[in-house]
């Protein structure tokens, strides 16, 4: 499973999200979604998967308010679970619960279920289908929308039972709201080094590392030219890109300052900000 997520490619680790009301977030994240509590504060909490690596933090801003529609940000984080089976019996288990739905997916190279935190914050829960069965053509792998068929995800798992998170599950990739296609394609490629994988028209763009199917995807679908949200509102705070080595650290940072993109030091931290506002923070 962690075949495109690993130390030879560059990809997505964590996230740290705002929220309204961080007892209602716990609620969502623990009892529906699974995850379980690595750390607690009073206006934050880390949530983890295998009990030690962090996945997501949430956080309550003060003077927290609402998603502003229209704006850049996140359109959805994706966590990749291990196989077909973990995803039916996570499909049977928001179905037992009650939780609603967005819609779901079979996308050629993996089946997903689309739905929102209490915060309206997008979430992608998915697998991927085998990499051998992955079309490619000129470099550009082959992806739709076609209709996921939920009976038999289901049936799949109709002996299992949702035990929450596995161990094993990770992000498998982001889904960014940006303002222009062709500056964030810039910063992107030629910024951080992914590929592009796949064009959706004008509209929407793919990227990855090492031959996945995408550990980046990008959308103008709130508009062209939009602003991101207030600070203050809730949304994506920044997500984290884990780079091979050290020595990909500096490349990268110096490609970034050459180009004239924003790299911030700080405390031993490295963040950069894409052409639309989102926060990265950059790690080995």
């Not at 499973?1 to 609620?27: A, C, G, P």
């Not at 969502?28 to 934050?44: A, P, R, T």
């Amino acid at each position: 499973m962690k075949k495109f997520h690993n130390k030879s490619n560059i990809y997505v680790t964590q996230i740290e999200l705002k929220v309204e009301d961080l007892k209602r977030s716990l609620d969502f994240y623990k009892n529906i979604m699974g995850f379980k509590v690595l750390e607690e504060k009073e206006n934050s909490l880390i949530l983890t998967i295998d009990g030690l690596t962090p996945v997501i933090t949430l956080k309550q801003p003060k003077d927290v308010i609402k998603k502003i529609p229209k704006r850049t940000g996140l359109y959805h984080f994706a966590i990749l679970l291990p196989n077909r089976l973990q995803l039916g019996s996570f499909l049977k288990n928001i179905k037992e619960k009650k939780y609603p739905i967005l819609g779901g997916a079979n996308h050629e190279v993996s089946e997903a279920i689309y739905l929102q935190d209490p915060d309206d914050n997008g979430i992608e829960i998915y697998s991927d289908i085998d990499s051998s069965k992955w079309i490619w053509e000129d470099k550009k792998v082959q992806m739709s929308n076609s209709l996921l068929d939920y009976e038999d995800l289901l049936s799949q798992s109709e002996n299992s039972r949702w035990n929450g998170m596995p161990e094993d599950a990770i992000i498998g990739h982001i889904h960014l709201h940006v303002d222009n296609l062709e500056k964030a394609k810039d910063f992107y490629v030629n910024g951080l080094g992914f590929d592009v994988v796949m064009e959706m028209g004008k509209s929407a763009l793919f990227l990855s590392s090492g031959g996945y199917h995408h550990h980046i995807g990008l959308n103008i679908w709130n508009g062209i030219d939009v602003g991101p949200l207030p600070q203050n509102s809730v949304g994506m705070e920044y997500y984290t890109i884990k780079l091979p080595n050290e020595d990909m650290m500096k490349e990268t940072i110096n490609r970034l300052k050459k180009l004239n993109y924003k790299v911030i030091e700080k405390d031993k931290k490295v963040y950069t900000k894409d052409t639309s506002g989102n926060l990265i923070k950059l790690e080995v």
